[in-house]
DNA sequence: TTATCGACTGAACGTTGTTTAGTTCAAGGG
DNA sequence: CCCTTGAACTAAACAACGTTCAGTCGATAA
């Protein structure tokens, strides 16, 4: 078997090649410079040869950023450790943005670009589990939150507050990275951003914590 | 004068018609369904003659934006008679969702894809207008609820809650457009969501209006 | 030794945006 | 009236793209 075997580790080891050749185009220059002929340059192979490994040049760079977002989903998850259920949901706000900046690229493929995630198998298995999918963890949390009695009577529902703080710290994040070198406006600090936005949605959704237990207050 | 003048009058024919042809396939199918080749055939000219009237391909779509969007700026700019600057900026979030999401593809283009607004002299000329510059038109609303003491202590920034509040309606739009039919989350309706954000955003930026002036009080 | 089979290549196909050399034709000056 | 000019437009090509497919090659299995 350990012909097999080296096989099957060669054919591997070109696999990660070829997105480790993608991922560095596709970081540094953006979806459209990724090209099969630049990346099959890289890698010393016709751009044909690419097509043993990936049905195309899609299923390609969503596989390296669907990699890429496995270490985003399990860095969030470590908040869990977080007590108070809104002081986490600020937590991941600040760590969703972070990432975002850090990887504008596989941000914007990821949710600045329709996909069908919908017919991904192994992406569909995650689904729902907190510590790989960011969204259910969110949702947890505000769940959380509701049950302590910490939301505001319009924002008792998970499902719309989830939605609602994700699309704030989403509108960010996306605003920067498509416009932060746009002189049009006078653009405040990012992280003074980050930070209104957050703090702004929380104030307005939830109520403050008890005193002597948790975290502070937010009221000022 | 009247042959030169027919002359220019069939150039700006033209210089519609290609535009006509180009919105009708953009606004259908989007960026990408856009070809010079389609929308040479449907203005029964060659590809070539395209390029006597736009630069290139971008050029001929952004113009196609920026005139959509000037009729959008002009119909936000009637709220000007809305007197409570709070009111108004709740009305101006829920317009501009609207427009988002009645012209998806436009809006992709202008605030979902990176671009060089800075080096556009006409977008330049009418920055800061109110009546032709919604950020300036935003901007200028809060400034005017920070002058009457509506904004809470942090966001007595009028530069800091305008981009605050225009990422949290853009994200809203911008999710709905790109993952509206993705069933990864159970979407609560885009109705509930815009106004779960433009009033979950208010009422963490702002101090209720004082009673018998205006418009009511927001807190329950 | 020979057959098999997966991996890979070389060359092509059909698109795309864009350029360029040429054609056409009305306008205007001598 | 002719002839030049100049703009508008065409035909054809170019380079680059994703993708396909008939083959080749070399190691494995019989």
Redesign the pocket.
């Known amino acids: 078997?350990t012909?097999?075997d080296?096989?099957?580790r060669?054919?591997q080891e070109?696999h990660d090649k070829i997105l480790d050749a993608a991922r560095e185009l596709f970081a540094t220059h953006g979806y459209e410079a990724?090209?099969?002929?630049?990346i099959?340059e890289a890698i010393?192979?016709?751009?044909?040869?690419?097509?043993?490994?990936f049905?195309?040049?899609?299923d390609?760079i969503r596989t390296l950023c669907k990699r890429d977002f496995d270490v985003f989903s399990a860095q969030l998850s470590t908040l869990q450790t977080v007590a108070d259920p809104v002081e986490r949901v600020r937590l991941l706000g600040h760590g969703y943005v972070r990432f975002a900046l850090e990887h504008p690229q596989h941000y914007r493929l990821m949710f600045m670009t329709p996909n069908d995630l919908e017919h991904d198998e192994d992406a569909l298995q995650r689904r729902g589990d907190p510590h790989r999918d960011g969204y259910a963890f969110l949702r947890l949390s505000v769940q959380e939150a509701i049950e302590r009695g910490r939301m505001r009577e319009l924002y008792r529902d998970a499902d719309l507050a989830a939605q609602t703080f994700w699309a704030g710290v989403h509108g960010v994040a996306s605003l920067q990275i498509t416009h932060a070198s746009d002189n049009w406006v006078e653009w405040r600090d990012i992280a003074a951003r980050t930070r209104a936005m957050i703090d702004g949605l929380l104030d307005g959704m939830t109520t403050p914590a008890p005193v002597g237990r948790g975290k502070k207050a937010v009221q000022p």
């Open positions: 078997m012909s097999a080296r096989r099957a060669e054919r070109l990724v090209t099969l002929r630049k099959a010393e192979y016709t751009p044909a040869a690419i097509y043993g490994h049905q195309d040049k899609d390609l």
